[in-house]
């Protein structure tokens, strides 16, 4: 029996460590598409969507693993809902990627970047979105209900930044008509990370529900 | 061993329910929710947006279910597969309905509909992507893995939808300045639609992976 609680406590270990580096890819990509963004650096940009594949392989691996510790220790009760959990997270995280690449594929569609006041405001959004990422990773982690909460709650500012951003970026399209083919990927950029933030509020409803069974019900999802 | 194994295809028949029923909501959300759009009825949006609500409790359940499944049957090889396929599923699916709820609430944020040249061409990218929604959720019924590959390869129209629309609104944008802001609506709907063909073709990889144990490889994520 203690033999089996140890392995399944190293396999649990492996799979969490996995997930951490999952969302320190995903936070990293989050801040260098920004960053790629506002410079231009098409190099960086690149580098950006290249590791993204990282990304679909640890989530294969986490999926790969959990079979396994299903097949082999058959969990029960609270460590069965985290092996779920970890099913799910993996899956959005590998989103949050997704989201990221695309931000950095937008790079080269966007003229006279120093013209676009806009643009000097993404990436304090993003700093926002990313630090949602790494919060609601920490509270998967530690398997932290309040922390979880506490994430789902800082999802309105992403939102606020983001109906900011929209009015900002629409009242420079309609005053510079020949900008808005490049504005326009502004917004969607804007909108990338809106849904960044959606989906970490996403996991950390999983994290609440690993943590405590329940998925937290007085809060829209 | 015979009663376990017909107390083990009840269970999976009945998530296999739960997740068809999902996939018939979002079917009809998407489908609804572009009407709304076309139409301006503000009403029909409004049901979209409720009945959201049952998509998330439909997930609920299939979690719930799966969980209960992997605790007392602990399945093995294909039937684990299975299970762990329906919980990633469950969540796709209900990201998708999220578009679509996402959709119906852009409706009143749309100022002179029957100017909008590209609004027309909205419905037909969206049944194209609903399509993929119901052949995708009958290729998980079926375990389908060849009818998965067709599903991901129909992704390249809906893209190619997409693009053609964008450009599309970007010109409608550059002729009508006083428009950008009903316009940039339109470019959210045709991105959210995009989306939902993005995700049905990432439940076809999990279909695929749950049918045969791999992801299919040669095709990008």
Chains 1, 2 share one sequence.
Request: net charge negative; proline share 3%; no cysteine.
């Amino acid at each position: 029996m203690d033999h089996t609680v140890k392995a399944f406590d190293e396999d649990i270990t492996h799979i969490r460590g996995l997930i951490a580096e999952m969302g320190g890819l995903a936070e990293l990509a989050i801040s260098e598409a920004l960053s790629a963004l506002v410079t231009g650096d098409e190099e960086l940009a690149k580098q950006v969507i290249e590791r993204d594949k990282k990304l679909d392989t640890l989530e294969a691996e986490v999926d790969a693993m959990a079979v396994r510790v299903l097949a082999l220790r058959a969990p029960m009760a609270d460590d069965l809902r985290e092996i779920v959990a970890a099913l799910k997270i993996s899956g959005v995280v590998e989103r949050i990627g997704d989201y990221a690449k695309n931000i950095a594929k937008r790079i080269d569609r966007i003229e006279g970047r120093s013209t676009f006041e806009p643009l000097t405001l993404l990436p304090a959004m993003g700093e926002l979105a990313a630090e949602m990422v790494h919060d609601v990773l920490t509270a998967f982690a530690a398997r932290d209900p309040i922390m979880a909460r506490e994430v789902i709650e800082r999802d309105e500012k992403v939102d606020a930044f983001y109906d900011s951003i929209f009015r900002n970026v629409v009242s420079h399209m309609v005053e510079n008509p020949k900008t808005i083919s490049s504005a326009a990927q502004l917004l969607f950029v804007a909108r990338n990370i809106e849904r960044i933030g959606d989906h970490a509020t996403n996991v950390a409803e999983m994290v609440h529900y690993s943590a405590t069974g329940d998925y937290p019900k007085d809060i829209e999802r």
